[in-house]
């Protein structure tokens, strides 16, 4: 068992003949989230799962931490159907969260559905923050722009991302967080170097569709655009502008030719934006992204190692954290 005596639980790591069970536990019997899951190798290093049992001896409640592309982990637990499974969640929340340093997670995320407060709750007590609430967007084709659209602003240039100019990406990066609307202060939570690899390692990188915007010869403005052959589509993985750029119009002229650099390749173009950034949601929606479905997104950082005996090694540690977690449908 692997459970302290200030939980009310015990909790406990199930062994590999019991891994099927704690997963198809966490996803309330669903076939197709339990194989997402159960396919990939328990060996890997990339998954921590916790179990508590029921009178009967089976597994009732069950967590899994399953580590994303970065340091990051998101978070499943049993949905609550009783005030019973409300506490065992809360229990298996916060032990996991406070070993999740075991898979060299710094960032733990998860994604709830807006209108499930029961569930909401049982994270929130659990140590769990919400950031925002993500609002994801799907364009099924790129539209023609409009002559007027196309007209570049004046002293605006865009051009592709130079892969061995690290460092001037990562100094935009950290000015377009500067008063940001999306998820205000996630960034301040990693650091830029971690999220640049995150965003490297969220799909395919073309560095045709990784533009960068300059005003006047000054970097003020970046889209990234990734293809995502898992999903078959692309997607919009950052998009954001300095201050100084902002409300010129600069951001509808970046986002149009990032989408004419893409129109072509017939494949939806997918983002997430946090629903507090209403001049980014007008853009997008302007352009013709609909909103899919929408979650709030929670986050905890990863407690220091205390109790773990295993140190990850360099071939252990995954690319760094993106700057939103995916939605896995139901």
Known sequence: ???SPSEPYEIFSPTDDRR???ISTVFGGSHQRTARYTQRSADSGGELIFAICGENGSISNAVLLSRSPGRTAMLFVTQPHSKEDQERGVALIQHAISRAARINAVLIQALIEP???DELAMFSRGGMNPIGTLAYMELTRVQPSSSDRERAPLGATIRSWDSSKRDELEALLESTYIDSLDCPGLSKLRQTSDILDGHI???I???D???ILELNGVPCGVSLISEIPASKCLELVYFGL???ARGQRLGAHLLDYALRVVQNRNRPIALACDERNQPALRLYQSRGFSIRLRRVALVAPAQPLRDCTHTPTS???PPLPTTYPRPVDK
């Open 115 to 117: 209108l499930r407060d």
């Open 315 to 317: 071939a252990e540690r």
């Open 205 to 207: 990188v073309d560095p």
């Open 242 to 244: 300095s201050p100084q």
């Open 209 to 211: 569709t990784w533009l």
């Open 201 to 203: 390692h969220t799909g």
């Open 1 to 3: 068992m692997d459970s």
């Open 20 to 22: 099927f069970q704690a």
